[in-house]
Structure formats: C-alpha cells, structure tokens
C-alpha cells in the first residue's frame, strides 16, 4: 500500500533490454560457446567425482552443432537439464539462494548465457531436453519476445525415450546471423575456434561435431625432458589453492628455439614446424579455455621486465589452469571467454606467470645465434611433448620449492642446459709504451697513429707470414 502523495517506480526489468542490448556484448562464436559450455556442465551434473576425475571422463559423450540459413540447432547427450534446475536454467539471472551447481566444476555464475545466445541469433527458439527426474519442452516465439509483461512460459512435460540430453533449435534467424552461418569463411574459424578453445575438454573425450563433422583439437602441450639429469629441457611448474581456487601453472618450450637468422628468413620449413599461433599463454578455467595463446599484457608480455612477445620467442607456450567448485570465484568474465583483469586470484598468479616466462624469455635471447642455437636443439632430443595432464603426473617424481607471500604455493624452476660457446678464436691482449706503439705504426703503416688494435694485428699477420714461410 502506497503511502498519501506516493507514487510508486516501476524497476522491473526489461525484456527488450536482454534480447536487443546484452547480445551487443557478446561475439556470435562466443554466444554459441555459452550453449556448449551448457552441455558440459550438463556432463558435471550427470557424473560422479570419481568418473569425472578420470583421464578420459567426458569420452561417451557428444555435442552436435548444425549451422544453416534457417536455423541453427545445437544437441547433445550430455544429461539434460534437470527439473529442480529448471529455475536456475530458464530465468534471466541467477535467483540468489539458488544453490543447484554447489560443489560442481562448472563455468556458469550469472545465469544468462543461454538466453543471451538465443536471442543473438534469431527470434523462435523450442528447447527439448530429458533428463533422470523429467522431460519436458519449452517454446520462445517472436510474440513472447516482444511482450514485456509476459515473462513466464509454459513448460510441456513429454515421454521420451531418447537418451538423457539436450537441444535448442533456433529458427526466424537474423538475416545478419543466418549470412554467417552460410559463409565457409566464418564456419572454419568457428570450427577452429572451438578446436582450440575446447581443446582440454575434446582431448577428456568429449566430440564434437559441426556440420557433421568432428573436430579435431588443437592441444596444448610443452617439452618436458624425461630423463632425471639436472640440467634438461623442462617447464617452469607452479601449483597453489589460492582462495578457494586449485592453480596449475606450466610454462616451457613447445619446440626446439629458432634462430635469429631462421626467423628472419621465415622460409617454408620455418613455416611448417613454427606458428605464432601455438605461443603465448593459454587459460583454463574449470576445463574451459578462456584465453588462447595469448600474448598480450593481460598475460605479462611486455610488463614487469617481460618483452613484448616477438617471433624469437615463437617456441614457449604457457598454461595455467584454474580449477573451482564455486564458478563465480574463477577469474572470468561474463562471456567466460575473457579474464577478470581486477581478479586478485587472477594477478597473484600472472606473477608467477611472469616469473616462468623469464626463464624462457632470457634463455632464448641468450642463445639466438645460428651457432649456439645449432648447438641447443641438441638438447631437445629425446624429448617428450606433455600434456597438462601428463606433466602433473610427472610433478610427483620432483622436488618442488616452496613459495611464500602473496604466491604461496610450490614450484619447479628448471636449470636449462646451457650450449658450449665453441670457438676456433682467442684474443691476444698485451700492453706496450705509447711511444713504442708509435714507432712500430709508423714503420708498418708510414703514419705513427695507426689504431693499436691494427698495429697489433698487423704484427701478428706478419709473424703468422714468416712462420707460414719457414715451414
């Protein structure tokens, strides 16, 4: 009841403020990134720990993407969307006291990544999905859309016996959306986007199909030398919780290291075994990869005694991996394709991350000369290429420092092999009286203030000469 002379504001949202405003923050790609993120997080619900905590736990299941003028449709097995999730799933925003992905790994913290990415791409959307307690059906029409008092919709319960999964069917595409999904040019980098940024998951098992055909990851690996010498090619290790967040942090050479000469080159061999494309830092937050091979400020290039990236360092590669029960404390941003830059989790880490690509960074500056680099790719030989996996596996066979302060945690800081300066030169250094110096310029050159350095060479050519002659 309002009081006398009150009137009350309405602050209820608006609907047209979610279909025509929010989606202007995000890319196409990454709005379809939301729904399969949806589909792995469907896997979280469906799994135990243990099966999840397995080399290959997401390999029995499958996302399937189709792109076409008329629609787009995305389905998977991956679980459905539970009934007592329905609240959570289908509302625009997280209700607070809502507590349905508790203790689970997943990347959802705001509550409008599937909204979002249906109303970026067109105005009719029907989701089926079959979970273990129900399956039902719910419809989105261009009516519904543009009725602002309206926010509820009905939800049709079914009988299926289709396997527990989900799928969205989103047809009347945007004009603008539907050019996209036809052009060859936007569905390679889409389907190379997703080879990379569900690279960890796809190498866990999951498939994932596009247009029917399977994507092939791109892997993010690092040297790690085997053998137990001291000094041997392998990366820079840090592991910590940090608030409530499990941190693994790998930073190395994915290749052996290129000449200055070779980069300047840049010939087809060069080509075929380096590509910028593999360096820089990746980011991994509950599985996902937020951050490809970046090499910009927000991972240290260029700051706090970094260089800015430069094809000399074309062979390190760094990935840090962020691990939570509780999504909203990993250090993302709402398109979960991007870091939180005010994240403290965030900049406590990237200051080991700084501290691992010195290593690397001075390593190869040290030994860029075609030469010595000649000499370093010996000690790439019999090498492994690790996944992250792999590595941690290979982290409980060392000893591991521990770190205090701000970045309290362990690490592994390796000893890398120095190459031999091998040289067939040594210098002859000696000191004369200046006006004996003069003496023999003048009697060699006819001039008494010859550069010392060429009055001594010239007496050594000489000697060299006449030794030369009697022999």
């Not at 993407?65 to 009934?83: H, R």
């Not at 494309?277 to 091979?293: K, M, P, Q």
């Not at 240290?300 to 840090?320: D, K, L, N, R």
Request: charged share 30%; hydrophobic share 35%.
């Amino acid at each position: 009841m309002t009081k006398p002379n009150t009137e009350i504001i309405r602050l209820d949202p608006v609907k047209s403020f979610f279909v025509h405003m929010l989606t202007r923050d995000i890319l196409l790609k990454e709005a379809i990134f939301d729904l399969i993120d949806n589909c792995i997080d469907g896997i979280q619900r469906s799994e135990t720990s243990a099966k999840l905590a397995r080399k290959k736990p997401y390999e029995k299941y499958w996302v399937k993407i189709k792109l076409s003028k008329d629609e787009f449709v995305i389905e998977d097995n991956c679980g459905g969307i539970p009934w007592k999730c329905h609240e959570y799933a289908f509302r625009m925003g997280r209700p607070s006291g809502l507590a349905i992905d508790e203790g689970l790994k997943t990347v959802g913290a705001y509550g409008i990544g599937m909204k979002r990415a249906i109303f970026k791409m067109g105005t009719d959307c029907k989701i089926e999905t079959h979970s273990s307690d129900k399956s039902y059906s719910i419809h989105m029409d261009s009516k519904w859309i543009r009725t602002e008092e309206n926010w509820g919709l009905p939800a049709v319960f079914i009988k299926s016996k289709k396997p527990f999964g989900t799928s969205i069917k989103i047809s009347k595409v945007y004009p603008g959306i539907a050019k996209q999904f036809m052009s060859e040019q936007f569905q390679n980098e889409f389907r190379g986007a997703v080879a990379k940024h569900f690279s960890f998951i796809i190498d866990k098992g999951l498939s994932v199909y596009i247009n029917n055909k399977l994507v092939v990851p791109k892997s993010l690996k690092v040297i790690y030398d085997l053998k137990k010498n001291k000094d041997s090619i392998r990366p820079f290790i840090y592991k910590a919780n940090i608030s409530g967040v499990d941190v693994f942090l790998t930073v190395g050479f994915t290749r052996p290291i290129p000449s200055v000469d070779e980069v300047a080159e840049g010939n087809d061999n060069f080509k075929e075994q380096y590509s910028s494309e593999d360096a820089g830092w990746s980011v991994i937050c509950n599985d996902r990869t937020v951050l490809y091979c970046d090499k910009t400020p927000v991972t240290g290039w260029g700051i706090s005694g970094v260089p800015q990236y430069h094809t000399q360092f074309i062979a390190i590669s760094g990935i840090v991996v962020f691990t939570s029960d509780k999504a909203g404390l990993l250090p993302t941003t709402t398109t979960k394709r991007g870091i939180d830059g005010n994240s403290e989790v965030y900049l406590r880490v990237r200051d080991k991350m700084i501290e691992g690509m010195k290593v690397f960074t001075s390593y190869t500056n040290q030994w860029k000369s075609k030469e010595l680099v000649a000499q370093s790719k010996e000690c790439f030989e019999k090498t492994a290429i690790l996944s992250v996996e792999e590595i941690k596996k290979e982290v409980n066979k060392i000893h591991l420092n521990k770190t205090a302060g701000v970045t309290s945690g362990s690490q592994f800081k390796p000893i890398l092999p120095r190459p031999e300066k091998k040289t067939d030169k040594e210098r002859i250094s000696f000191v004369r009286a200046i006006k004996d110096i003069r003496i023999v310029s003048k009697h060699l050159f006819g001039v008494p203030n010859r550069n010392v350095s060429q009055v001594g060479e010239e007496c050594f050519d000489l000697i060299k000469k006449e030794a030369l002659g009697n022999e």
